[in-house]
T-cell receptor
Framework: KNEVEQSPQNLTAQEGEFITINCSYSVGISALHWLQQHPGGGIVSLFM???GKKKHGRLIATINIQEKHSSLHITASHPRDSAVYIC?????????????FGTGTRLTIIP | EAGVTQFPSHSVIEKGQTVTLRCDPI?????LYWYRRVMGKEIKFLLH????????ESGMPNNRFLAERTGGTYSTLKVQPAELEDSGVYFC??????????FGSGTQLSVL
């Protein structure tokens, strides 16, 4: 079992729908990252959070440390949101900030 | 300001050959990481530099992989000799301590 599990693995939705991607982890963390990768493109960091909630435009990320769970929400989804969304966690050892990644969620938004 | 730069973007080599990947981090970022995604799998950690020192190389698959970061600036990852299972996308990322991570666009390595 992976230390970081994402669901769903694939998600197809109509333009305008509200999207939720979930991430659960089984290890202690100092921070959780949500990353985005467009087809053929590099990885972009969307959020880094260690508690509560962050919002950037139509994207919202939440984390519940007690439940070891995070969600990424997209409001008013658009075809340009189509990408792979990856959850990654940073360990708690000071000075060792390597990330452990989930397998990613492939999101397709249909016009 | 330039982001994290990796080159080449693609490399196709034959089994047994040598390939060297390069990563230029964001200027001033002491932390540099190498990650790899092989087909169908999640991205996996390879190693972590702080300046020129290897902080953690627990993810390096075997001694065919050699990473260097001379002078604490750019880093190279050499695979010698390359094997078929080394195919994948190699990502580099850099950060200030405890801060947001910035990724390069990756090098797609194909070993035939």
């Amino acid at each position: 079992k992976n230390e970081v599990e994402q669901s769903p693995q694939n998600l197809t939705a109509q333009e305008g729908e509200f999207i939720t991607i979930n991430c659960s982890y089984s290890v202690g963390i100092s921070a959780l990252h949500w990353l985005q990768q467009h087809p053929g493109g590099g990885i972009v960091s969307l959020f880094m959070l260690s508690s509560g909630k962050k919002k950037h435009g139509r994207l919202i990320a939440t984390i519940n440390i007690q439940e070891k769970h995070s969600s990424l929400h997209i409001t008013a989804s658009h075809p340009r949101d189509s990408a792979v969304y990856i959850c990654a966690v940073r360990g708690t050892n000071f000075g060792n900030e390597k990330l452990t990644f989930g397998t990613g969620t492939r999101l397709t938004i249909i016009p | 300001e330039a982001g994290v730069t990796q080159f080449p973007s693609h490399s196709v080599i034959e089994k047994g050959q040598t390939v060297t990947l390069r990563c230029d981090p964001i200027s001033g970022h002491d932390n540099l990481y190498w990650y790899r995604r092989v087909m169908g799998k999640e991205i996996k950690f390879l190693l972590h530099f702080v300046k020129e020192s290897k902080q953690d190389e627990s993810g390096m698959p075997n001694n065919r992989f050699l990473a260097e970061r001379t002078g604490g600036t750019y880093s190279t990852l050499k695979v010698q000799p390359a094997e078929l299972e080394d195919s994948g996308v190699y990502f580099c990322a850099s950060s200030l301590a405890g801060q947001e991570l910035f990724f390069g666009s990756g090098t797609q390595l194909s070993v035939l």
